[in-house]
């Protein structure tokens, strides 16, 4: 059985930084790429960066430059370390395997909370 646990999330001024985790369970994670979503209040969950079995990363226009995506396969964890926070990255965000680089192929998690107020 596979889970992911999304934690790290929180509240933080505008310009502040936050550095997401997702842990997974089972053993299916280092062949496996992944990705972090994020989710607004009325708004679609959309990809804002992944990262292949080998390492290549990739990021939505609005965040480039100010998220990277790292992992861990030997703690198959995958990170989101984020500067430069806005209001407007204010979301749930949540992480999953992804299928053809950018479809979540798993079941979600319960994801986690960042809030960008001063």
């Known amino acids: 059985q596979v889970q992911l646990v999304e934690s790290g999330g929180g509240l933080v001024q505008p310009g502040g930084s936050l550095r997401l985790s997702c842990a997974v369970s089972g053993n299916i994670f280092s062949s496996n790429a992944m990705g972090w979503f994020r989710q607004a209040p009325g708004k679609q969950r959309e990809l804002v960066a992944s990262?292949?079995?080998?390492?290549?990363?990739n990021y939505a226009d609005l965040v480039k430059g100010r998220f990277t995506i790292t992992r861990d396969n030997a703690k198959n964890t995958v990170y989101l370390h984020m500067i430069s926070l806005k209001p407007e990255d204010t979301a749930v965000y949540y992480c999953n395997f992804l299928l053809l680089g950018t479809i979540p192929k798993w079941s979600w998690g319960q994801g986690t909370q960042v809030t960008v107020d001063s």
């Open positions: 990262i292949t079995s080998s390492g290549r990363t």
